[in-house]
C-alpha cells in the first residue's frame, strides 16, 4: 500500500512538472515570437536594401553533451538549441572596419536528460559572441548567455522549476563554403535560482558541442 502511495505522488508530482513546464515553454515561445516580430519591424525599416537584407545574420541547430555532479549521480543532459545571431555591425560604426565580427544572439533550446534519471530542460539563452578568424576557412569564437530556464529533476541540492542559466564558452568554425559551417565547441554552465527557492547549490555542467550554421549576409 505504501508503495502504491509513493508511486502515485512521483507520478502526480511529474505531471505537475510538465504542466509547470508546459506552460514555461508556452511563455518562451511567445516571447520568442515577440522578439522575432520585433526583428521584423527593424528589418522593415532598415535602411539597406529590403530585398537581400535580413535581421538574423546567423541561424544555427546545435547539439552536444553535458555531464555535472548533483548527490544522486552524475548529471548528463543532451542540448538541443536553435541559434539566431545578429552582426552588430550594422548598428556600431566603429565595428565596420574590424577583422572580427560581434554579434548579439537568442538560444531558444529543449534539453533531454538522461542520468540520474529521464528528465528535461526548456528555456532561453541570450548573449554575446565574438568571433575572429584565422584562415578564410578557419575561426575561433568566445561567447556567453544568460537567460531563464526550467529543470524537472528532482535533487537534494537544487530546487526544480524556475531557474537561470549562465554559460561560457569558446570553439571554432569551420567554413564549408562561404555561407554555411560546423562548429565545434566547449561550454561551461552554471544552473540556479538566485536563491528564489531553497536549496539553491546549484548544478555546473561541462559540455561538449557540435553545430551547424548558415550565415546571411
Same mark, same amino acid.
Request: hydrophobic share 45%.
Given at each position: 500500500m505504501l508503495d502504491n502511495c509513493n508511486s502515485d505522488?512521483?507520478?502526480?508530482?511529474?505531471?505537475? $512538472? %510538465?504542466?509547470?513546464?508546459? !506552460?514555461?515553454?508556452? =511563455?518562451?515561445?511567445?516571447?520568442?515570437?515577440?522578439?522575432?516580430?520585433?526583428?521584423?519591424?527593424?528589418?522593415?525599416?532598415?535602411?539597406k536594401n529590403a530585398a537581400t537584407d535580413r535581421f538574423f545574420t546567423e541561424a544555427a541547430f546545435i547539439t552536444g553533451f553535458g555531464s555535472g555532479d548533483v548527490p544522486e549521480g552524475h548529471y548528463k543532459p543532451v542540448l538541443l538549441i536553435d541559434h539566431f545571431g545578429v552582426d552588430l555591425k550594422r548598428y556600431?560604426?566603429?565595428?565596420?572596419?574590424?577583422?572580427?565580427?560581434?554579434? $548579439? %544572439?537568442?538560444?531558444?533550446? !529543449?534539453?533531454?536528460? =538522461?542520468?540520474?534519471e529521464t528528465d528535461f530542460e526548456c528555456g532561453i539563452g541570450i548573449g554575446i559572441k565574438y568571433m575572429y578568424p584565422f584562415t578564410d576557412r578557419l575561426s575561433i569564437y568566445i561567447m556567453g548567455s544568460v537567460g531563464p530556464h526550467y529543470i524537472s529533476i528532482v535533487t537534494k541540492d537544487q530546487a526544480n522549476g524556475f531557474i537561470f542559466s549562465d554559460v561560457i564558452g569558446t570553439g571554432l568554425?569551420?567554413?564549408?563554403?562561404?555561407?554555411?559551417?560546423?562548429?565545434?565547441?566547449?561550454?561551461?554552465?552554471?544552473l540556479s535560482n538566485t536563491g528564489l527557492a531553497e536549496p539553491n547549490g546549484g548544478i555546473d555542467t561541462h559540455f561538449g558541442v557540435i553545430g551547424y550554421s548558415v550565415f546571411f549576409n
Open positions: 505522488l512521483k507520478i502526480n508530482n511529474k505531471m505537475e $512538472a %510538465f504542466r509547470r513546464a508546459a !506552460f514555461f515553454v508556452t =511563455v518562451v515561445f511567445f516571447l520568442v515570437i515577440l522578439f522575432c516580430q520585433t526583428a521584423l519591424c527593424a528589418e522593415q525599416t532598415h535602411k556600431f560604426t566603429a565595428l565596420k572596419n574590424h577583422r572580427g565580427i560581434l554579434s $548579439a %544572439f537568442i538560444e531558444p533550446q !529543449f534539453n533531454t536528460i =538522461v542520468n540520474p568554425y569551420y567554413y564549408l563554403s562561404k555561407d554555411s559551417a560546423i562548429n565545434v565547441g566547449y561550454r561551461v554552465r552554471h
